[in-house]
């Protein structure tokens, strides 16, 4: 059974920068597709980015794309959230996810079987 701890949020200004890692373990992570999504306050959970079982494919939305990179190390069975330029929208509960079913980006919450339990992001303006 997967299991995903998720860390490396805080608190910073519009315009900052932060690193939010994943680390994983009880799955095959080279056989895994990972993704971040995130929650704000009164809103429903949404995409963030994603990176196929290869890292050879990456897929963002709209919101974050040219801002946020995600990256994998399979060395280090660990999935990592790049996030610069920071806005005060970006402030929300981001979660990490994996599945071994799908092997490409997948930007829908359904194909993932594994969650972390979520790091909190805030950005003040």
């Known amino acids: 059974q997967g299991h995903l701890v998720d860390f490396g949020g805080g608190s910073v200004q519009a315009g900052g920068s932060l690193t939010l890692s994943c680390a994983t373990s009880?799955?095959?992570?080279?056989?895994?597709?990972l993704g971040w999504f995130r929650q704000a306050p009164g809103k429903g959970r949404e995409f963030v980015a994603s990176?196929?079982?290869?890292?050879?494919?990456?897929y963002y939305a709209d919101s974050v794309k040219a801002r946020f990179t995600i990256s994998r190390d399979n060395a280090k069975n660990t999935v990592y959230l790049r996030m610069d330029s920071l806005k005060p929208l970006d402030t929300a509960r981001y979660y990490c996810?994996?599945?071994?079913?799908?092997?490409?980006?997948?930007?829908?919450?359904?194909?993932?079987?594994?969650w972390g339990r979520g790091t909190q992001v805030t950005v003040s303006s």
């Open positions: 996810a994996a599945t071994t079913r799908i092997f490409g980006a997948t930007s829908y919450a359904g194909d993932y079987d594994y």
């Open positions: 009880g799955l095959t992570f080279s056989d895994a597709a």
């Open positions: 990176i196929s079982r290869s890292g050879g494919t990456t």
